[in-house]
């Protein structure tokens, strides 16, 4: 089983930053891709942002030049750096893993809510 945790959510301003953060542990033994989700009340769960073992990253229109994601594969985390939170980036933000067989894991979420 992989259990992945994520970090870093809260409460900001429009404008302002937050850096997520999502620690695997547990039987991996091999990492595909990582990515971020989110979901807002009412709408349904959307990608955020996904980075491959390689590096190569994809971003959702809605978030490109703000949001950036990374990974360190040695420690088995990555994070996603948001800039110039809007209120519409209010949402749980969900860290999800897919292995090398294809099988995909969940994190719990973690909220963030932007808000003056």
């Known amino acids: 089983q992989v259990q992945l945790v994520e970090s870093g959510g809260g409460l900001v301003q429009p404008g302002g930053s937050l850096r997520l953060s999502c620690t695997a542990s547990?039987?991996?033994?091999?990492?595909?891709?990582m990515a971020w989700y989110r979901q807002a009340p009412e709408k349904q769960r959307e990608l955020v942002a996904s980075?491959?073992?390689?590096?190569?990253?994809t971003y959702a229109d809605s978030v490109k030049g703000r949001f950036t994601v990374s990974r360190d594969s040695a420690k088995n985390t990555m994070t996603l750096q948001m800039n110039s939170l809007k209120p519409e980036d209010t949402a749980v933000y969900f860290c999800?893993?897919?292995?090398?067989?294809?099988?995909?894991?969940w994190g719990q979420g973690t909220q963030v809510t932007i808000s003056s």
């Open positions: 999800t893993l897919i292995s090398g067989t294809g099988s995909t894991y």
């Open positions: 547990g039987s991996i033994r091999s990492i595909y891709r």
């Open positions: 980075i491959s073992t390689s590096g190569s990253t």
